[in-house]
């Protein structure tokens, strides 16, 4: 039964949280949360890189007029991820300003085998972002001009280290905004999200990277640059290479640049916040947006109930109504006529209470109210972390499927006393689910429970093993429950093209 609907009338226009803010209190909190070295809890050899010396040293000094960091408790924050899952020792940051100094660091390192781990805004999942043992931190924070925005066609042309919330507010100076939107916007850099084909919250609606990116320039593990920052919409004159760099991970090369092709903002902004009792409820609700909202369906995320209290017990943040669900689905709506998607909404949830779908619900306009909801999906991830340590698993499935793993996987952990919670939540409109076991420590017993099994599951469902954040150093061995032994070769025969001497990112992305 229907408790209440509360419509929420005051004017839209969204504001992205400030992401520095977030960001800012979640490293203040988890400061002494500092993981094992990497070498030592997992089996890998280091590769025979050089080890880096003093000539090296006044090399990068020279060339970056010192902006390089080699103390090494300066260097800490580039050697743990985000998630604080992984911990490399490298002693030496360099920062370049330019795809020349990029260029130029490159071919130094091709020459002198000296292994290279690109880094952006340090966000990514995957332990793909820092060193696995001494590599050189080669960041993108300085590399962050904006070179043009073009207010007609939409398309802006930037350096690769530009924040992500930083060109969603130059871009609201034209009216436009990015095509991605994920919670790490404060922190993570365009180039990086580029390198990691990353999804986000409105992918059903404006698409991936490989729609928006309409160029990228990048420079090869040998230092060669290549131009391929077309802006045009369309252009088939050959092989399309900039796609291999979409979702490279830093392996084939360093994303200097990027093109990008951003939609208009929208007008109106609707949300609606349901609580439901089932997941075949969930189902039915996901069916009916797309057939009653149709194009200006956004956004369709779900959040169960054991997820949730990551964000009301971990984070203190409030439901918008006291009763907890099974499951909270947010279903987001951008259009450009108010009054035309208010009729959209209002049939759709006309349709869903009265077929008795939903147990409770809220539909936001007021940004201030609609920031708060997106809150509770939002900052999940710096929620999880408080519970201790994470296993994350990425994971696309057939729709039927999309929850089908984690009773699975709650049935094969019940028992062991130090798992917290077995849950998932996630993109339900893409089919991606993000599927969380955590702990208060990381433990070899918990991940042999959970790896291969989980990898299998997936891959009997016919689904993928990393929907959206990438391979990085958490997966290489698994990427052949997704893929073909076959294009397992391919992936490796350009990784040898791109970089033979293997510099950049090793230990990454590709089966050893
Ligand atoms: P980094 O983490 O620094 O690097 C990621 C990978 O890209 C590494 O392998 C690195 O070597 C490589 N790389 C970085 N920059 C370059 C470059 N210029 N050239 C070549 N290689 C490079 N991901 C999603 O897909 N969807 C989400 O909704 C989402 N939400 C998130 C929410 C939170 C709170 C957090 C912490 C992470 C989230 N992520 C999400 C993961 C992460 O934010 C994305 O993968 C993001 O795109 C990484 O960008 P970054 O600049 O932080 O890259
Ligand atoms: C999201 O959808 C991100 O919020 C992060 O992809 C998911 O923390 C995660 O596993
Ligand atoms: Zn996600």
């Known amino acids: 039964m229907i408790r209440c609907l509360r419509i929420s009338t005051t004017m839209f226009a969204k504001k992205s949280i400030p992401g520095t803010i977030l960001f800012k209190r979640y490293f203040d909190r988890c ?9 030592n809890r997992y089996p890998v050899n280091r590769g025979d890189y050089a080890i880096l010396n003093d000539n090296h040293v006044q090399f990068f000094k020279n060339l970056l007029d010192n902006r390089i960091i080699t103390d090494p408790d300066e260097c800490e924050s580039y050697n743990i991820d985000w998630i604080k899952n992984v911990r490399g020792y490298s002693t030496c940051v360099l920062k370049p ?16 085998r000296i292994a290279v781990c690109p880094q952006g805004g340090n966000t990514g999942l995957v332990g793909g972002s820092v060193p696995v043992f001494d590599e050189v931190i080669l960041n993108t924070s300085l590399m962050r001009t904006i070179y043009n925005i073009n207010g007609t066609s939409g398309v802006l042309i930037c350096q690769a280290g530009c924040v992500l919330e930083d060109l969603d507010n130059a871009l609201a100076e034209h009216g436009l905004m990015m095509p991605l939107d994920l ?16 999804g986000g919250l409105r992918l059903l609606r ?11 320039e990048a420079v090869k593990a040998d230092g060669q640059i290549i131009d391929l920052l077309s802006a045009l ?13 979409i979702g490279s991970e830093g392996v084939l090369g360093i994303i200097t640049k990027v093109a990008i092709q951003c939609p208009p903002k929208p007008l109106a902004i609707n949300l609606a916040f349901l609580g439901l009792p089932s997941f075949k409820h969930v189902l039915k609700v996901l069916k009916q947006a797309k057939r009653d909202l149709g194009e200006i369906l956004a956004s369709c995320e779900l959040i169960d109930q054991s997820t949730m ?5 971990n984070l203190k943040l409030r439901l918008p109504f006291p009763e907890e669900y099974p499951f909270y689905m947010l279903i987001e709506s951008h259009g450009s006529n108010t009054v035309h998607d208010e009729e959209k909404l209002t049939v759709f949830l006309e349709e869903i209470m009265k077929n008795e779908l939903i147990l409770n619900g809220i539909l936001a306009k007021a940004p201030s109210t609609i920031r708060k909801i997106w809150e509770l999906r939002e900052r999940l991830t710096e929620g999880f972390v408080l519970d201790g340590y994470v296993f994350k698993y990425d994971i696309s499935l057939p729709i039927e499927n999309f929850y089908s793993l984690v009773p699975v996987m709650q049935e094969r952990l019940s028992g062991l006393k130090d798992v917290i919670r077995v849950s998932g939540y996630g993109h339900l409109g893409d089919g991606n689910i ?13 991940l042999q429970k959970i790896e291969p099994f989980v990898y299998e599951y997936t891959s009997k469902l016919r689904g993928s093993i990393s929907a959206e954040h990438g391979i990085g150093f958490r997966k290489p061995k698994y990427v052949h429950y997704s893929k073909s032994p076959e294009s397992i070769v391919i992936m490796k025969q350009l990784k040898t093209l791109f970089d033979p001497k293997g510099i950049l990112n090793p230990y990454k992305v590709l089966p050893p």
Not at 206 to 216: A, K
Not at 434 to 446: L, M
């Open 97 to 112: 300003k330019t795809t020349e100094e990029v260029s130029k660091i490159l071919a130094f390192c091709n020459e002198n």
């Open 233 to 245: 919409k369309k252009d088939n004159t050959g092989f399309h290479l900039k796609h291999l760099f």
């Open 183 to 198: 919670g790490a916007k404060g922190l993570c850099h365009i180039g990086g999200n580029v390198a990691t084909n990353a």
């Open 31 to 39: 400061l002494s949360n500092i993981p094992e070295l990497t070498k």
């Open 434 to 446: 993000h599927f969380q076991v955590s702990c208060r420590e990381f433990s070899q017993e918990i």
């Open 206 to 216: 404006y698409g991936n990277l490989h729609g928006s990116v309409l160029g990228v």
């Open 309 to 313: 209290r990551v964000s009301t017990e």
